[in-house]
Every structure is written in structure tokens, then in C-alpha cells.
């Protein structure tokens, strides 16, 4: 795992602390002893540097007074553990000053490098906890100097985007660079006003520009990754360049100049700018040799062999895997130059080095997966992609042993890093496998199995990890672990919406309340049963068990194709299985012009904040093909005869109307791809298999729950009436008049007649409680029906995250609305679930949060085989008339949920006028499941 970057502003603050406390030591009284405490455990690999810092890092063995030259030791001590990577005494060393520490600036220093050596050891749940503990998740204090309030924002955001929530962290990041800005026009805070010679007060303003220097590198750093990984690209250039200009300012003292520099040269090259790559690379070509031990060595590199240099620059080298990384980044600067022997020479040599430094067994070992990374890049090179992939395939055989993907999931974390090693190997082998054009891989065949797994990668959401558990426990044998894992379930689920509504208020830049002091409570208490509860399994065995793609073929048949959409910096692809096997293609278009076209046709579709017919705006229909072009073209080959497509969500089609997509040329007679193919939307291939088995149980009656009576339109009569109240808030109207409305009432009569009375539960108007609902045994229910209102967590029930309306007989928010969290807590076996009322597989409302990952996600994880719900605020007439259809086509024939809506939909399109044929009315409906 890569380190974070920005540990040198911490040594670097405490060094200038050390100055300034030398200048006042004699005013000040001895600090009092500390108390003796259990030493932290010593972690491997240590004993040489424990000899010669032992004593300083014995946290029993107390300091009685310590000085500035006891704590400038401890600095040098801790970058030198940090060059080594030796995170565990970094980790001992920052305990240890928290223990020592005489003020709130060098207790706050002490703390974030804790948080920051968490990380590094991949120990996220302790990191997550220590945050909470010191509001670290929270925006700083007010009053705060800038330089503690950037420091704050600064780490804030690094945990963020460890746990996945880039929006916050991207935030957080840019309002640490203005307090870096300040903190620099203002000077050191902290420093006496009297006695302080002009000599020191000097040293330490230059310390003090120093730390911000490199506080402003590290978040210009990780702004500009997150631009890279988003493929962003023209806001990457422009920052890359930028914090390059910024490094030159270091370059001398800590080599970062270099290294950055190589870093986005290789990713110029990825973007077809070799003669700018080439360039840079050569441009910082003699640092790298210098940083890789080989400044005596002459040109062309021959013989590669640690030198003496190497050991003086870097320590013993015996400890050093920073030197096997030096000479990976001279490999690519040869590399780019052309320079392809030297590269090969270097990196043969450095096989048998990566070996030596191992500090974990060879099958899971980082160290040798990144060298294989690069000897696959530099195969790649030679103008063979297939050369490439036995050296990819091991480093990400390594990586997944590595227990990337473990630790996690530890958190509840919905996917891996943005910058993971795990995915960039697997993009790259992608790329190898396809080599540019499209590919197809037999069924069974070692490749199309390899593909499934790197998809999975890919697919990992908020849920796709409920449904995940929630097929755990369904499947296991044994009822005391399937309900430990269906709680389990449960708290991810909470975690994850907890954590989004606390960083809310970090983006926002919002001050704490009494509200978010609760939530951070209950975060605390979760993250603590999670720890228990994730240890007992362990001591169980949790029964999961794997599942390959030949079951996924099994699923689809002959009349079905799965298809997927993989995005990367290192290839974006297009996949389409089939029970003969899967197509991997490239996309034809970038990304980012994806993203504009699938933002227009949601924006034209939505009825959000529409009023009137009249105020729809004109259907984008030239944007709804080149968008249908963009995502199935590459592989649509593939899918021919195909009747019922499943479509794996993702960030890239978060919020796409499937069946608005337009077919073929704008201009002529092309239909929707409603009226071409049933659709159905799944979290992932996996989540296709595991909803398809789930067991149906002894569920056999139908619940209809709606009309509640304190529901009403949004809109007076003679305009469009829809199911929530998200709208008003969105375009920041206070509400109009409520009337009371009967297409509620209409739909459930109809609905009441569709199936038998004797085994039908209705709960209507006022009898719609929330409290009769959880009173009755939904787990015999094999149909549940919702005609309400729905709610997102950035409407008025904020506080109570995505919700359901019902009836609330004393006018409580509580009873008012059904929450996400209450629907996960449910144990259902129901076959369907049909959520009649707005905005039910949209996202939670909060920052970075995921299609499907509301009410759909929440029904999914209670146990729900299958779910049809709405994108957007849906109209009230339209939605009665398609949810009515596909029902009554239900009662008939429950093999096909995907097929009863689709004909819904076509008879809907073949009654209404023109007005109402726009997707607005009618492609906010999905199905949802395996």
C-alpha cells in the first residue's frame, strides 16, 4: 500500500516547535513526569532502530523533563521510520508525544500523525474510531489559527477519501489549500513575542514556510489524483502543472520534485503526450539516478548494483524497500526516453533486490507486485500488449493475497481506493486482453473467469455489499450466524449512511450542531459493535462461499445478456456476457463526454422541479442515441437475439432512464430500448446470481400499503401531481398548497383486485401506521406494494435519511416516515417489491452517495429478491397506470418482472397523447434484482 503523503509537515512543525520552545524553555516550569503505561507492541523488523531509539520510545519509561533536543530526536527518529515505512514505530513514536505533549498544538500534531500511521498500516476501523474520537470527521473549530484549522482539513480529507467519499474529500481538500494560503500570509503562530534573537525568529519562519511548502504538495498532490482517477483530465493537466512548479520549491531537500515528476510523465504518455513525457522524463532523469544510488555510475547503465551512495542517501539498504522503488522510477524515465536495454537491464536487477527487502511472504507481497506491475508496462511497451500479462497477473495475485480487498471491507467501505493497486492491475489487464479492439472469451476459459473477477472488483458498491450479506445469511445453515450476519448487514448499511450524513457538514463546511454531535455518537457505537460482531464471525466461520461466472451464465440463458462498463486512467471498457462467454471492448468515447450525455438525457427526463406539461423541457433525443451508441456499440455484436438485458450500475450510468435510450439514428423511426429489450438494473454480476438463488421462503400473501392520510400532491389541480416532496426543496420554493388527491386511493382499489382477497393484507389511509406495518409478519408476504410519497436525505427528513410516508396518527415526524434504516432491520422473503412514490432508487441525497443505495438498497439487504422502483420525482397518473399494468401482468406470470414492466411500459406509450409519450412520465420505473 502507498503511503500518505505529507508526514514531512508534521516533523517539520515539530522541529519548528522545538525552536520555539528552546527560545522560551527558561520561562517555563519542568514538565511534570508521565506516568508509566503498557509499551505498544514492536512491530517486525525493528530491533536495529529500537537500539538506537529505545529509550525514547519506551512509552514506560518517562521523560522527567524533556527539551528540545530530546524532542528534535524523536523528529529525526520518526522520519527516518517513516522513510523506512516501519509505520508500527512511527505509530509508537506519535503515542508516545501525545503522552509528552505541553500544548493543544503539539497534542493535535501528535494525533494526526497517529491517524496518518493508521492508514499506512491499513488499520482503518482505528483510524475512523481515533478521527471520531478528536473530530477529525468534523469541520475544525472556529477561531482555530489557519495553519491548524488547513491541518484539520487537510487529514479530514485524507480519511474521506480512504473511506471512498470523494466529493468530501475534494472539498475538504480545497479549503485545507486556503488555509495553507493564510497561514502563510500570517507567519508562525506561536512564536514569542520577546526574547527571540532575529537569528532564530528567522529559522523558524523559514521552517514554517518549509511545512507549508509541503502541506500545499501533498494536497495539490491528492487533488490532482483525484482529478487523474476521475479522468478529469483537462483540470488534471492544469493542476499537475501547478503543483510541479510548487515541487521545484522542495526539490532539492526531499527529492518529491522528481518523483512527481516521473509519475505524471508516464500518465502524459497514457494520454497520447509522449513528446511532453519524454521531456519531463529526461528532465529529471539525473535526480533519479541520484536517488537511486547511481550519480558514479557512468552512462549507459550496465552493470545496476547498490553502491555505497545509496546506502549513505538512504541508510542500510538491506531495510529499503524506498530503494526498490527509486529504481522503479528510474526504469520509467528510461523507459519513456526509449532507452528500453537500460530499462530491462534495471529491472532484471531489481527483482532479486525486491526479493531482499521483503518484509512480508513472497506469494503476498506488494513490494514484488509493483516491480511486476512495471515489467508488464515496460512488455507493453515493446508493442505487444499480450507480453504484458503475465507479469500483471501475478503482481495482482500478489495484491489480492495482500488482503487489499479485507481490510477493506473491515469498515463496511463500499469499494476500493481511487488509486488502488488492486484496480490499476486489473484495468491493465483488461487493456492486455483486449489490446485495443473488441475481444471475445469463450465461456470457461481462464481469461473470461479472470474477467469476472476484475468486474467484481469494479462493481463493489453500498449494495452490492447488502446483498452480499444478505445472501450470506439467507444461505447459511446455521441460525445463530445467519442472524450475526443479518445484523452485520444491518450496521454496514447504518455506517455507511451515518458516515454520509456527518460528512455532509465537512463538505458544506457547516459547524457542528447538537444533531451531528448525535450522529457522531452513534457512528462510534456502530463502528464498535462492528468490531465485535466481525470478530465473532471470525470465530464461527461466516459460511461465505464463492461464486464464479459459470454461474452467472447458468443465469442468463440463451435470451439474456449482462453487461457492464469498467472506467479506469489505465482503460475504459464495455463488457457483454453471454452463456457462450464474455465481449470485452473499449468505449469509444471519453468518459467525460459520457458523463455530459448521460447528465443531459437524466436532466430532460426528470421531473424535478417541473410544474406543467408545457414546462418539460424538449427531449434530447440525438444525445439519448449517441449515448446508447457510446455504452452498448462496442459489444452490441455480442448480444444479438437477446430479449432481457441486465445492466450492472455504476458510477459512470448512475441515473441513466435505461429505456429512454434511443436505438438508432435520431432522425428516423428508431424506438426506445423499452420497446427493444426488458431491462433490469443489478449492483453487480455477482449480485445478479446471489438475488437470482436467494431461497423464497414460506412468503405467500400480498401487502398493499398507501394512501396515507396525511399525503397529498405537490401541485394544485390542472398541474402535474408527483409523489414527494423532494421537488420543492430542490428549486428552493417553499411549498405550494397540498390538496388531497385519489389517485393514491385509485391505484391500491385496482391493485386490491388483481389478487385474492383471502390472502391480501391492505393497509390504507389512516390504518397506514408505521406501527401496524411492523406489526404484521412481513416475512409471509411474497408481494409488498408502497403507494405513497417518497423522500430523500436532502429533503426536510434530513435527519432521518431516505424515507416512505405513511400515515402518523399524532403527527410525529417519526411515525411519519418509514427510514431506510427501519426497512433494513426487517426480515423479508418477499419475491417483489414495488415502491409506487418518488425518488426509490435514487441516491441517498448525501455526498458521493450511489445509485440504488436508498430504499432499493434497503429493501435488498432486508431480504427482497426483487425491487421496481423510480429514479426521479415520478407524475401520479402515468406511474398508476404502468404500476397497475405490470401488476396485473404479475398476478399471471411471476417468472419475468423485467418483461411485466416492459409491457406496461410499450401499452402506456401506445395509449398516452404525445405530450405525455415524453420519458418523463414514464421511464423513471426499474426493475431492480437478479
Not at 491541518?151 to 479549503?175: K, M
Not at 504484458?388 to 495482482?396: D, G, I, M, Q, S
Not at 469498467?566 to 462467454?581: E, K, M, Q, S, V
Given at each position: 500500500?502507498?503511503?500518505?503523503?505529507?508526514?514531512l509537515?508534521?516533523?517539520?512543525r515539530?522541529?519548528?516547535c522545538?525552536?520555539?520552545?528552546?527560545?522560551?524553555q527558561?520561562?517555563?516550569?519542568p514538565?511534570?513526569?508521565?506516568?508509566?503505561?503498557?509499551?505498544?507492541?514492536?512491530?517486525?523488523?525493528?530491533?536495529?532502530?529500537l537500539?538506537?531509539?529505545?529509550?525514547?520510545?519506551?512509552?514506560?519509561?518517562?521523560?522527567?523533563?524533556?527539551?528540545?533536543?530530546d524532542?528534535?530526536?524523536r523528529?529525526?527518529?520518526?522520519?527516518?521510520?517513516?522513510?523506512l515505512g516501519?509505520?508500527?514505530?512511527?505509530?509508537?513514536?506519535?503515542?508516545?508525544?501525545?503522552?509528552?505533549?505541553?500544548?493543544?498544538?503539539?497534542?493535535?500534531?501528535?494525533?494526526?500523525?497517529?491517524?496518518?500511521?493508521l492508514?499506512?498500516?491499513?488499520r482503518?476501523?482505528e483510524?475512523?474510531?481515533?478521527?471520531?474520537?478528536?473530530?477529525?470527521?468534523?469541520p475544525p473549530?472556529?477561531?482555530?489559527?489557519?495553519?491548524?484549522?488547513?491541518?484539520?482539513?487537510h487529514?479530514?480529507?485524507?480519511?474521506?477519501?480512504?473511506?471512498?467519499?470523494?466529493?468530501?474529500?475534494?472539498?475538504a481538500?480545497?479549503?485545507?489549500?486556503?488555509?495553507?494560503?493564510?497561514?502563510?500570509?500570517?507567519?508562525?503562530?506561536g512564536?514569542?513575542?520577546?526574547?527571540v534573537?532575529?537569528?532564530l525568529?528567522?529559522?523558524?519562519?523559514d521552517?514554517?514556510?518549509?511545512?507549508?511548502?509541503?502541506?500545499?504538495?501533498?494536497?495539490?498532490?491528492?487533488?490532482d489524483g483525484?482529478a487523474w482517477?476521475?479522468?478529469r483530465?483537462p483540470?488534471?493537466?492544469?493542476g499537475?502543472?501547478?503543483?510541479l512548479e510548487?515541487?521545484?520549491?522542495?526539490?532539492?531537500?526531499?527529492?518529491n520534485?522528481?518523483?512527481?515528476?516521473?509519475e505524471?510523465?508516464?500518465?502524459?504518455?497514457?494520454?497520447?503526450?509522449?513528446?511532453?513525457?519524454?521531456?519531463?522524463?529526461?528532465?529529471?532523469?539525473?535526480?533519479?539516478?541520484?536517488?537511486?544510488?547511481?550519480?558514479?555510475?557512468?552512462?549507459?547503465?550496465?552493470?545496476?548494483?547498490?553502491l555505497?551512495?545509496?546506502?549513505?542517501?538512504?541508510?542500510?539498504?538491506?531495510?529499503?524497500?524506498a530503494h526498490?522503488?527509486?529504481?522503479?522510477?528510474?526504469?520509467?524515465?528510461?523507459q519513456?526516453?526509449?532507452?528500453?536495454?537500460?530499462?530491462?537491464?534495471?529491472?532484471?536487477?531489481?527483482?532479486?533486490?525486491a526479493?531482499?527487502?521483503?518484509?512480508a511472504?513472497?506469494?503476498?507481497?506488494?513490494?514484488?507486485a509493483?516491480?511486476?506491475?512495471?515489467?508488464?508496462?515496460?512488455a507493453a511497451?515493446?508493442?505487444v500488449?499480450?507480453?504484458?500479462l503475465?507479469?500483471l497477473?501475478r503482481?495482482r495475485?500478489?495484491l489480492?493475497?495482500?488482503?487489499?480487498?479485507?481490510?477493506?471491507?473491515?469498515l463496511g467501505r463500499?469499494?476500493?481506493?481511487?488509486?488502488?493497486?488492486?484496480?490499476?492491475a486489473?484495468?491493465?489487464?483488461?487493456?492486455?486482453l483486449?489490446?485495443?479492439?473488441?475481444?471475445?472469451?469463450?465461456?470457461?476459459?481462464?481469461?473470461?473467469?479472470?474477467?469476472?473477477e476484475?468486474?467484481s472488483?469494479?462493481?463493489?458498491?453500498?449494495?452490492?455489499?447488502?446483498?452480499?450479506?444478505?445472501?450470506?445469511?439467507?444461505?447459511?445453515?446455521?441460525?445463530?450466524l445467519a442472524?450475526?450476519?443479518?445484523?452485520?448487514g444491518?450496521?454496514?448499511?447504518?455506517?455507511?449512511?451515518?458516515?454520509g450524513?456527518?460528512?455532509?457538514?465537512?463538505?458544506?463546511?457547516?459547524?457542528p450542531d447538537e444533531?451531528?454531535?448525535?450522529?457522531?455518537?452513534?457512528?462510534a457505537?456502530?463502528?464498535?459493535?462492528?468490531?465485535?460482531?466481525?470478530?465473532?464471525?471470525?470465530?464461527?466461520?461466516?459460511?461465505a462461499?464463492?461464486?464464479d461466472?459459470a454461474a452467472l451464465?447458468?443465469?442468463?440463458g440463451?435470451?439474456?445478456a449482462?453487461?457492464?462498463?469498467?472506467?479506469h486512467?489505465?482503460?475504459?471498457?464495455?463488457?457483454?456476457w453471454?452463456?457462450t462467454?464474455?465481449?470485452?471492448?473499449?468505449?469509444?468515447?471519453?468518459?467525460?463526454?459520457?458523463?455530459?450525455?448521460?447528465?443531459?438525457?437524466?436532466?430532460?427526463?426528470s421531473?424535478?422541479?417541473?410544474?406543467?406539461?408545457?414546462?418539460?423541457?424538449?427531449?434530447?433525443?440525438a444525445?439519448?442515441?449517441?449515448?446508447?451508441d457510446?455504452?452498448?456499440?462496442?459489444?452490441?455484436h455480442?448480444?444479438?437475439?437477446t430479449?432481457?438485458?441486465?445492466?450492472?450500475?455504476?458510477?459512470?450510468?448512475?441515473?441513466i432512464?435505461?429505456?429512454?435510450?434511443?436505438?438508432?439514428?435520431?432522425?428516423?423511426p428508431?424506438g426506445?430500448?423499452?420497446?427493444?429489450?426488458?431491462?433490469?438494473?443489478t449492483?453487480?454480476?455477482?449480485?445478479?446470481?446471489?438475488?437470482?438463488?436467494?431461497?423464497?421462503?414460506?412468503?405467500?400473501?400480498?401487502?398493499?400499503?398507501?394512501?396515507p392520510?396525511?399525503?397529498?400532491?405537490?401541485?394544485?389541480?390542472?398541474?402535474?401531481?408527483?409523489?414527494?416532496?423532494?421537488?420543492?426543496?430542490?428549486i428552493?420554493?417553499?411549498?405550494?398548497?397540498?390538496?388531497?388527491?385519489?389517485?393514491?386511493a385509485r391505484?391500491l382499489?385496482?391493485?386490491?383486485?388483481?389478487?385474492?382477497?383471502?390472502?391480501?393484507?391492505?393497509?390504507?389511509?389512516?390504518?397506514?401506521?408505521?406501527h401496524?406495518?411492523?406489526?404484521?409478519?412481513?416475512?409471509r408476504?411474497?408481494l409488498?406494494?408502497?403507494?405513497?410519497?417518497?423522500?430523500?436525505?436532502?429533503?426536510?427528513?434530513?435527519?432521518?435519511g431516505?424515507?416512505?410516508?405513511?400515515?402518523?396518527?399524532?403527527?410525529?415526524l417519526?411515525?411519519r416516515l418509514?427510514?431506510?434504516?427501519?426497512?433494513?432491520?426487517?426480515r423479508?422473503?418477499?419475491?417483489?417489491?414495488?415502491?409506487?412514490?418518488?425518488?426509490?432508487?435514487?441516491?441517498d441525497?448525501?455526498?458521493?452517495?450511489?445509485?440504488?443505495?436508498?430504499?432499493?438498497?434497503?429493501?435488498?439487504?432486508?431480504?427482497?429478491?426483487?425491487?421496481?422502483?423510480?429514479?426521479?420525482p415520478?407524475?401520479?397518473?402515468a406511474?398508476?397506470?404502468?404500476?397497475t399494468?405490470?401488476?396485473?401482468?404479475?398476478a399471471?406470470?411471476?417468472?419475468?418482472?423485467?418483461?411485466a414492466?416492459q409491457?406496461?411500459t410499450l401499452?402506456?406509450?401506445?395509449?398516452a397523447?404525445?405530450?405525455?409519450r415524453?420519458?418523463?412520465?414514464?421511464a423513471?420505473?426499474?426493475?431492480?434484482?437478479?
Amino acid at each position: 500500500m502507498r503511503s500518505e503523503r505529507g508526514w514531512l509537515g508534521p516533523l517539520l512543525r515539530a522541529l519548528c516547535c522545538c525552536l520555539l520552545a528552546g527560545a522560551a524553555q527558561a520561562r517555563q516550569p519542568p514538565s511534570p513526569a508521565v506516568p508509566p503505561s503498557a509499551p505498544a507492541p514492536i512491530g517486525p523488523g525493528a530491533e536495529g532502530e529500537l537500539a538506537a531509539f529505545g529509550q525514547l520510545l519506551d512509552p514506560a519509561r518517562p521523560l522527567a523533563a524533556p527539551g528540545p533536543l530530546d524532542a528534535f530526536n524523536r523528529v529525526l527518529a520518526g522520519a527516518r521510520y517513516q522513510i523506512l515505512g516501519q509505520y508500527a514505530q512511527v505509530l509508537r513514536l506519535c503515542r508516545y508525544d501525545e503522552r509528552v505533549a505541553t500544548s493543544a498544538a503539539a497534542r493535535d500534531n501528535a494525533r494526526t500523525c497517529q491517524r496518518a500511521a493508521l492508514v499506512n498500516l491499513g488499520r482503518y476501523r482505528e483510524a475512523e474510531e481515533l478521527a471520531l474520537a478528536h473530530g477529525a470527521l468534523l469541520p475544525p473549530p472556529s477561531g482555530q489559527p489557519p495553519e491548524a484549522s488547513a491541518r484539520h482539513w487537510h487529514w479530514s480529507a485524507a480519511l474521506a477519501l480512504n473511506l471512498g467519499q470523494v466529493r468530501v474529500a475534494e472539498a475538504a481538500y480545497r479549503r485545507a489549500l486556503a488555509g495553507i494560503t493564510q497561514a502563510r500570509h500570517d507567519g508562525p503562530s506561536g512564536l514569542p513575542r520577546e526574547g527571540v534573537s532575529a537569528e532564530l525568529e528567522r529559522a523558524a519562519r523559514d521552517l514554517h514556510d518549509s511545512m507549508l511548502t509541503d502541506d500545499e504538495l501533498s494536497v495539490r498532490t491528492a487533488l490532482d489524483g483525484i482529478a487523474w482517477h476521475l479522468q478529469r483530465y483537462p483540470e488534471y493537466l492544469g493542476g499537475a502543472r501547478h503543483t510541479l512548479e510548487r515541487a521545484a520549491v522542495l526539490g532539492g531537500r526531499n527529492g518529491n520534485h522528481a518523483e512527481l515528476a516521473i509519475e505524471h510523465a508516464l500518465r502524459l504518455w497514457q494520454l497520447g503526450r509522449q513528446d511532453e513525457a519524454r521531456a519531463l522524463a529526461e528532465s529529471v532523469h539525473p535526480a533519479l539516478r541520484a536517488h537511486a544510488g547511481f550519480r558514479d555510475q557512468p552512462e549507459p547503465l550496465v552493470d545496476p548494483r547498490p553502491l555505497s551512495s545509496a546506502v549513505a542517501a538512504l541508510g542500510d539498504e538491506r531495510t529499503q524497500p524506498a530503494h526498490v522503488q527509486a529504481w522503479l522510477r528510474l526504469v520509467s524515465a528510461y523507459q519513456l526516453a526509449g532507452r528500453l536495454d537500460e530499462a530491462e537491464r534495471l529491472l532484471a536487477a531489481t527483482v532479486p533486490l525486491a526479493r531482499r527487502y521483503m518484509l512480508a511472504p513472497e506469494a503476498g507481497n506488494t513490494l514484488l507486485a509493483e516491480v511486476e506491475e512495471a515489467q508488464g508496462r515496460l512488455a507493453a511497451s515493446r508493442g505487444v500488449p499480450a507480453d504484458a500479462l503475465p507479469f500483471l497477473r501475478r503482481a495482482r495475485g500478489r495484491l489480492l493475497l495482500a488482503g487489499a480487498g479485507e481490510r477493506a471491507a473491515e469498515l463496511g467501505r463500499r469499494q476500493l481506493r481511487l488509486d488502488s493497486p488492486q484496480l490499476r492491475a486489473g484495468a491493465a489487464i483488461l487493456a492486455a486482453l483486449a489490446g485495443g479492439a473488441a475481444v471475445t472469451l469463450p465461456a470457461g476459459s481462464a481469461a473470461e473467469r479472470e474477467v469476472a473477477e476484475i468486474a467484481s472488483d469494479f462493481a463493489a458498491s453500498r449494495a452490492q455489499l447488502s446483498n452480499e450479506l444478505a445472501d450470506r445469511a439467507a444461505r447459511s445453515d446455521r441460525a445463530a450466524l445467519a442472524e450475526r450476519l443479518r445484523r452485520d448487514g444491518v450496521l454496514v448499511d447504518e455506517l455507511v449512511e451515518l458516515r454520509g450524513a456527518i460528512t455532509a457538514g465537512l463538505a458544506a463546511g457547516r459547524a457542528p450542531d447538537e444533531r451531528t454531535a448525535a450522529l457522531t455518537r452513534r457512528l462510534a457505537a456502530v463502528l464498535d459493535e462492528l468490531a465485535q460482531s466481525k470478530a465473532g464471525l471470525q470465530a464461527d466461520g461466516d459460511g461465505a462461499a464463492g461464486t464464479d461466472s459459470a454461474a452467472l451464465r447458468q443465469r442468463l440463458g440463451t435470451g439474456r445478456a449482462y453487461f457492464q462498463w469498467i472506467t479506469h486512467p489505465a482503460g475504459n471498457f464495455a463488457l457483454c456476457w453471454r452463456d457462450t462467454g464474455v465481449t470485452l471492448a473499449p468505449l469509444r468515447l471519453p468518459v467525460a463526454r459520457i458523463q455530459q450525455l448521460a447528465r443531459r438525457v437524466h436532466a430532460a427526463s426528470s421531473m424535478r422541479g417541473v410544474a406543467s406539461v408545457a414546462a418539460l423541457p424538449a427531449f434530447p433525443r440525438a444525445d439519448a442515441a449517441a449515448l446508447f451508441d457510446a455504452l452498448f456499440g462496442p459489444v452490441l455484436h455480442s448480444a444479438a437475439g437477446t430479449r432481457h438485458w441486465l445492466l450492472a450500475n455504476s458510477p459512470l450510468v448512475d441515473g441513466i432512464p435505461w429505456g429512454a435510450l434511443v436505438t438508432g439514428p435520431p432522425a428516423g423511426p428508431a424506438g426506445w430500448l423499452a420497446e427493444r429489450v426488458a431491462l433490469t438494473v443489478t449492483p453487480s454480476w455477482r449480485s445478479t446470481v446471489a438475488l437470482a438463488r436467494r431461497p423464497a421462503g414460506p412468503a405467500d400473501r400480498t401487502l398493499l400499503v398507501g394512501d396515507p392520510r396525511n399525503a397529498a400532491t405537490l401541485a394544485p389541480p390542472g398541474q402535474l401531481g408527483t409523489r414527494g416532496l423532494f421537488v420543492a426543496a430542490a428549486i428552493g420554493l417553499a411549498p405550494p398548497r397540498l390538496v388531497r388527491t385519489s389517485a393514491l386511493a385509485r391505484e391500491l382499489d385496482t391493485l386490491a383486485r388483481l389478487f385474492p382477497a383471502a390472502a391480501t393484507t391492505m393497509l390504507r389511509g389512516p390504518d397506514a401506521t408505521k406501527h401496524k406495518l411492523l406489526r404484521l409478519p412481513l416475512e409471509r408476504y411474497r408481494l409488498l406494494v408502497f403507494t405513497t410519497h417518497g423522500y430523500l436525505a436532502a429533503s426536510h427528513a434530513a435527519l432521518l435519511g431516505p424515507s416512505l410516508e405513511l400515515t402518523a396518527p399524532h403527527g410525529t415526524l417519526d411515525e411519519r416516515l418509514l427510514t431506510a434504516r427501519e426497512i433494513a432491520g426487517q426480515r423479508l422473503h418477499a419475491h417483489l417489491v414495488v415502491l409506487s412514490a418518488c425518488d426509490t432508487s435514487a441516491p441517498d441525497g448525501y455526498p458521493d452517495s450511489e445509485g440504488l443505495s436508498g430504499l432499493t438498497s434497503a429493501f435488498l439487504l432486508a431480504g427482497a429478491r426483487n425491487v421496481v422502483a423510480s429514479l426521479w420525482p415520478v407524475e401520479t397518473e402515468a406511474t398508476r397506470q404502468l404500476v397497475t399494468v405490470m401488476l396485473a401482468r404479475y398476478a399471471r406470470d411471476e417468472d419475468d418482472i423485467a418483461l411485466a414492466l416492459q409491457q406496461a411500459t410499450l401499452r402506456y406509450l401506445r395509449a398516452a397523447d404525445a405530450k405525455r409519450r415524453h420519458p418523463a412520465f414514464w421511464a423513471a420505473l426499474l426493475h431492480v434484482g437478479g
